[in-house]
């Protein structure tokens, strides 16, 4: 599977942005949906994860209560909505996929990989 996320920019603290991350190739519905992000200088981190029927998510604790991921199967497209955004959420967001929902925290256990999009949160 092919993925490509977009719809990063600049938006100030207490703003709003949505996320999508384009799927294309094998059957997108098959895979689970994870959104990690990597701020300058730091490793590249969880954010949230959803399962392949979306029954099911995950958010790391310091999105958790602002940020929300779906997914819509039919369009072959994940997104991910963050609200009430803050300085210290600016990073490159990028989104992957497994066959497996397994070790979802974990950067290594995603299999597959968008491009990243950049979201800076100004104060």
């Known amino acids: 599977v092919q993925l490509q996320a977009s719809g990063g920019g600049l938006v100030q603290t207490g703003g709003s942005l949505r996320l999508s991350c384009a799927a294309s190739g094998r059957s997108f519905r098959s895979y689970s949906l994870g959104w990690f992000r990597q701020a300058p200088g730091k490793e590249r981190e969880f954010v949230a994860h959803?399962?392949?029927?979306?029954?099911?998510?995950t958010y790391a604790d310091a999105v958790k209560g602002r940020f929300t991921i779906s997914r819509d199967n039919a369009k072959n497209t994940g997104y991910l909505q963050m609200s009430s955004l803050k300085p210290e959420d600016t990073a490159v967001y990028y989104c992957?996929?497994?066959?497996?929902?397994?070790?979802?925290?974990?950067?290594?256990?995603?299999?597959?990989w968008g491009q990243g999009t950049l979201v800076t949160v100004s104060s």
């Open positions: 992957a996929a497994q066959v497996d929902a397994t070790r979802i925290q974990d950067r290594n256990a995603w299999g597959y």
């Open positions: 959803i399962y392949w029927s979306g029954s099911r998510t």
